[in-house]
């Protein structure tokens, strides 16, 4: 048997293009317009250096940290993504994964799992809300995911309405009738591994969104939900402060990349935000979150948790944001094609490799604890940063 385990994170996604239908990869991917930012997530990373020691290195290194009432043992969460149609198990996969390697992740109101499932499988497990509906609704979700026993609440902002990819969009049928199953065959029969995996579950994608309906209604289409949230009205801060009001635990504001809504976000009482534009599916043009991260941590990281959110592929990524400030980061792409590649396994892998990335990096650094990290340990070249809003 092949041995299935990959090396890098690029590996994955290597291996994930090769074993996924083209429109399910092509989600993956996603981005926005010209890709101005989602290139930008990822290159920032590569411009900032390392200033290395040589003798008088640690023999051992501490990554564990505390993030929203949860200890983990690394700073990287499972970011809430939707992962339809990537591996049968979706979700659950990825929970066995991050429980096993013990950190948390954020589930979706859009998932493909019931939060109940999900809950079963990672207790520390966030349950991840957008603004779709009206405030009942909303507090109608908030209180099945308190019943389900979520760790905390993620609230996303960051999501605006995408105008198209110039390398084009993937197709994404609204649900999977035999028409379109036809439709879909002669990508799906190219890829004999993925179309075994559903055949053996005897399921296929449903394309559905079980935690967003209320009072017993029926799970929406993802199409469906997204068409609802297009109809919301955009929350307010005011709004925000209604929602954190109705949620007694550790509660998070994700898509901050101005100061000043960062400061709009402690005064709404949120116990953490999450730097990130969306992993550049967003306004395209919004820089890289990495270099939004220092103004904001030094504004509000005495306050609230900050965590960065967009283009960590290695431990060395993670290492520089814990540098520059953040508590912990998460990671959606990368653990997305660890699954698409190899299932809860391959979400395993990735995780494995942030670790080690992070120990080596700290060993290279001379520190015993990722606590230690602070900007002297890199390089940043000038102008690097970009500081938004007051």
């Known amino acids: 048997m092949a041995n299935k385990w990959f090396e890098t994170v690029a590996v994955a996604q290597r291996r994930a293009k090769r074993r996924l239908p083209a429109s399910v990869y092509g989600a993956l991917i996603a981005g926005a317009e010209a890709g101005v930012t989602i ?13 290395p020691k040589t003798a008088g290195l640690s023999a051992t290194r501490e990554m564990a940290t505390r993030v929203m009432g949860q200890d983990i043992s690394l700073p990287v969460l499972i970011s809430p993504t939707g992962v339809q149609a990537v591996h049968p198990d979706g979700e659950v996969a990825v929970a066995r994964a991050a429980a096993a390697r013990g950190t948390a992740m954020g589930l979706s109101s859009f998932a493909s799992k019931p939060v109940e499932e999900v809950m079963a499988a990672n207790p520390k497990t966030f349950f991840q809300m957008y603004w779709v509906g009206d405030r009942d609704e909303m507090a109608a979700r908030m ?5 389900a026993g979520a760790a905390g609440i993620i609230v996303t902002l960051d999501w605006s309405f995408s105008f198209g990819r110039d390398w084009g969009s993937p197709r994404i049928p609204e649900k999977m009738t035999f028409q379109e199953m036809l439709r879909q065959a002669p990508s799906v029969v190219t890829r004999p591994g993925y179309l075994y995996q559903w055949l053996r579950n005897g399921v296929v994608p449903d394309l559905t969104v079980p935690n967003l309906p209320v009072g017993g209604q029926e799970a929406p289409t993802f199409f469906g939900a997204y068409g609802q949230w297009m109809q919301t009205t955009p929350a307010s801060w005011e709004d925000v402060a209604w929602l954190r009001s109705q949620w007694d635990g ?3 504001v994700k898509g901050i990349t101005r100061v000043d809504e960062a400061k709009r976000a402690v005064d709404a009482g949120v116990s953490a935000i999450s730097v990130s534009n969306h992993g550049g599916n967003n306004l395209d043009g919004t820089p890289a979150t990495i270099r939004l991260l220092p ?7 005495d306050q609230v948790e900050v965590l960065l959110d967009g283009g960590v592929r290695r431990g060395g990524d993670v290492v520089k944001a814990l540098a520059l400030g953040a508590r912990a980061v998460l ?4 653990y997305l094609w660890g699954l698409g590649a190899n299932g809860q396994a391959g979400v395993e892998n990735v995780l494995d490799l942030m670790r080690s990335g992070i120990d080596a990096c700290l060993l290279g650094l001379g ?3 990722i606590a230690e990290l602070t900007p002297d340990d890199l390089v940043l070249p ?3 940063t970009r500081r938004l809003g007051g």
């Open 382 to 384: 000038p102008g690097f």
């Open 143 to 147: 209180e099945r995911a308190r019943a």
């Open 295 to 301: 103004d904001i941590a030094t504004a509000v990281g």
């Open 331 to 334: 990671i959606g792409r990368a």
């Open 367 to 369: 520190h015993q604890s």
């Open 39 to 51: 290139r930008d997530n990822i290159d920032a990373f590569s411009e900032i250096g390392f200033a």
């Open 250 to 252: 550790p509660f998070m």
